[in-house]
């Protein structure tokens, strides 16, 4: 269990690095998305891992999943959902508006060029 | 117990949303509640310091909820003066986007209070993953404000910006919960309870927990080699918005602190002492790289920002040492460097206004509209930016320094904070000469006057503070020392 979880995340995360380190936006966006859900896991996974136990008080239950790390992966989840949209629609624009979807950013773009000495 | 305590983040968190829903359209009605919320929160953090200079250190449960259970904020007089700072520069900011920076894209007032709401939160909140969500409320603000008004070149850098934080949020939440995975708490004062109880040996996964969040604050204050992103966000974001990004990035000191000296980061016996020993090359390598960069820029707000890299560079060689003199020290230059950088960054504004077609760039270039004002501005600018007499970065640089003289890194840090000014003073009056002396070379005759009275007016505001920042020194420096012993926990 523990083996498959950490190779599993492992996996995800090499895979986003990967994406991240691509030249052009979309990949990179991807990477991001893929390192997010890496990193839930990860979150969800440093409160122990336990098998078919309640989260919440029960009379009956011995031992207890740690409910704390769900609570935290919502958080993530939803921050990263917006910030995701965030980057997409960014990127999107400024592909629209330089008709060009590299990260690379050229100095003196914007620099009045033509005014140039 | 003090009810104070919240509203730094009730004010922009009602505010903003009130201003998306009912005055979207009117800029009036937005511009007076923008800078009327900021002008409240300088009264809180007014009443704050007032209130904890004299009651000590101060916690709030959030919904009665009593700490380590529920979320608590926490404040000292250290943290109200880092909420006066961020409220002040807020009202001056502010002031200077009304001269039309507001009116290039729709929610500027609603997207800078939530990066107001953003910063207070995070230099008040005393929970780790707390912290984590208040970093992403800045974050997102200033994504928005960064490609404020569009551009192709804006909105490039806009994504690399945005990428670059995305992954530092990512490591942010590792951090994070490896922390929680190590001592099973995310309360600052109960995980470094927890960690000391930590067996030695056993410490590994905290102390990559703890490291990998000192890194993403350190990307945020964009200390060498995390400094990247800086320059050509800088260079490409609108000046009026970078102005109140150099309180964001102090957003990244004030947490280095916080869990450095929380975990006793700095005592040699500490497990996490590896991490305090880094700090003082890369701070010394982010002066330097500060110094050359603002050498070889061509453009205005590029030099600015590797301006504030070098000055942060110099506020981290007294947080590397954190003795409470050099912390002392380099508060005063913090509290300096951040008003001055901003002023830096309102000049570039201006420059952007009022010149033709090159606006920025360091070139001998036509003027649209000529005054001695903008001129005058820059200079002290940049006189308080390198930190020569008679502004108060001479002042700071100086108490830095001398309290620098028993530490191991005397030699090392006393070249590269007067090397560094030296690079900086020369880069600065290279770009001067060039872009206000040398700009004569046109036909049109230029209009007298310029474009951006308001932007004046606060760059004079910015002025009047470090000005008085100098003369009443002694007083300032009194207040500091205050802070400090609350942030150090001694006896006041």
């Not at chain 1, 969800?44 to 078919?52: C, E, I, P």
């Not at chain 2, 945020?220 to 400094?227: N, T």
């Amino acid at each position: 269990m523990e083996w498959i979880i950490a190779s599993a995340i492992g996996m995800i995360t090499a895979t986003g690095v990967f994406l991240l380190l691509r030249p052009r936006t979309f990949p990179v966006i991807l990477g991001l998305v893929v390192l997010t859900y890496a990193v839930n896991l990860f979150v969800f996974s440093m409160g122990r891992l336990a098998v078919d136990q309640p989260a919440v008080i029960r009379e009956d239950a011995i031992e207890y999943t740690d409910p704390l790390p769900q609570a935290l992966v919502l958080t993530a989840i939803v921050i990263s959902f917006g910030t995701t949209a965030f980057a997409v629609v960014l990127a999107l624009r400024a592909y629209l508006e330089s008709g060009d979807d590299h990260v690379d950013v050229w100095p003196s773009e914007d620099d009045g060029a033509e005014d140039a000495i | 117990m003090n009810h104070w305590l919240i509203l730094p983040i009730l004010i922009p968190a009602v505010t903003a949303p009130l201003l998306m829903i009912t005055a979207r359209f009117d800029m009036l009605l937005s511009r007076v509640f923008c800078v009327g919320a900021n002008v409240a929160q300088v009264i809180v953090a007014l009443i704050l310091v007032q209130a904890l200079s004299v009651s000590g250190p101060d916690t709030y449960d959030l919904g009665g909820w009593v700490a380590p259970y529920g979320i608590e904020l926490t404040a000292d007089l250290w943290t109200a003066m880092f909420l006066l700072l961020a409220a002040v520069l807020g009202v001056v900011v502010s002031i200077a986007a009304m001269d039309g920076e507001d009116e290039r894209g729709r929610y500027f007032h609603a997207l800078f209070l939530f990066q107001m709401m953003g910063i207070n939160g995070a230099f008040l909140t005393g929970d780790l993953f707390n912290l984590f969500v208040f970093f992403e409320v800045m974050l997102l603000a200033s994504y928005g404000l960064m490609v404020h008004g569009g551009g192709t070149g804006r909105l490039r850098a806009g994504v690399q910006f945005v990428v670059i934080n995305l992954v530092g949020s990512t490591l942010f939440l590792i951090g994070v919960s490896l922390v929680y995975g190590a001592c099973g708490s995310l309360n600052l004062q109960d995980v470094a309870a927890r960690a000391a109880a930590i067996p030695l040996g056993n410490q590994n996964a905290m102390l990559t927990g703890i490291a990998l969040m000192i890194g993403v604050f350190a990307v945020k204050s964009a200390v060498v080699p995390f400094h990247v992103w800086l320059p050509a966000t800088y260079r490409e974001g609108p000046p009026i918005v970078t102005a109140l990004f150099s309180v964001t990035s102090k957003v990244g000191v004030y947490a280095i602190l916080r869990l450095g000296l929380a975990l006793e980061m700095w005592d040699v016996e500490s497990p996490f002492h590896v991490i305090a020993w880094w700090m003082m090359p890369l701070a010394l390598a982010t002066s330097i790289i500060g110094g050359l960069g603002a050498l070889g820029s061509k453009r205005l707000g590029e030099m600015a920002g590797y301006a504030v890299i070098a000055s942060m560079g110099t506020i981290l060689i007294g947080v590397a040492v954190a003795t409470r003199e050099a912390l002392v020290a380099a508060h005063y230059y913090l509290l300096h460097s951040t008003l001055a950088g901003a002023g830096l960054f309102l000049i570039v504004a201006l420059v952007q206004e009022n010149r033709g077609q090159a606006r920025d760039a360091i070139r001998p270039a036509a003027w649209k509209r000529r005054s001695g004002l903008i001129g005058s501005g820059y200079f002290c600018a940049a006189v308080a930016m390198v930190g020569l007499p008679p502004l108060s970065g001479f002042i700071g640089k100086i108490l830095l320094l001398s309290s620098l003289s028993d530490s191991p890194w005397w030699l090392w840090s006393w070249s590269v904070v007067l090397g560094t000014s030296l690079l900086m003073l020369v880069g600065m009056t290279r770009s001067g000469i060039i872009v206000f002396w040398s700009s004569e070379s046109t036909e049109a005759s230029p209009r007298r006057g310029p474009r951006g009275v308001l932007t004046l007016v606060a760059v004079g505001c910015l002025a009047a503070i470090l000005i008085a920042m100098t003369i009443s020194a002694a007083a300032f420096l009194q207040f500091l020392d205050q802070a400090i012993g609350h942030l150090l926990k001694l006896a006041s």
